[in-house]
């Protein structure tokens, strides 16, 4: 699976930007999807989870902000950031699940991933 995450740009706190995801292959809507975020000097962590079976899980710091969704049809995932603040500057991952697992919040969880587009939000 290969996965090439796109969108990211300079945006005023306060604004809107969506993010997206293509994933390559035919088995997309099998997969668990997630997306990270890694800010300079931090930990990737987790921002939001869409799993294979229509679930969607949100990390708190976003919850409420940030919509994540996905197109089985066109092998993409998305992410609605609205509201952004200076503390969701990161360059954004997108990740996939090629084995089903129960936990989505996790690095360790996911055995794909794309290379990652930056966010910049100035205040």
């Known amino acids: 699976v290969q996965l090439q995450a796109f969108g990211g740009g300079l945006v005023q706190a306060g604004g809107p930007l969506r993010l997206s995801c293509a994933a390559s292959g035919r088995t997309f809507s099998t997969y668990t999807m997630g997306w990270f975020r890694q800010a300079p000097g931090k930990e990737r962590e987790f921002v939001a989870a869409s799993t294979w079976s229509g679930g969607t899980i949100y990390a708190d710091s976003v919850k409420g902000r940030f919509t994540i969704s996905r197109d089985n049809a066109k092998n993409t995932l998305h992410l609605q950031m609205n509201s952004l603040i200076s503390e969701d500057t990161a360059v954004y991952y997108c990740?996939?699940?090629?084995?089903?697992?129960?936990?989505?919040?996790?690095?360790?969880?996911?055995?794909?991933w794309g290379q990652g587009t930056l966010v910049t939000v100035s205040s």
């Open positions: 990740a996939a699940q090629g084995v089903h697992r129960g936990g989505v919040r996790t690095t360790g969880s996911y055995d794909y």
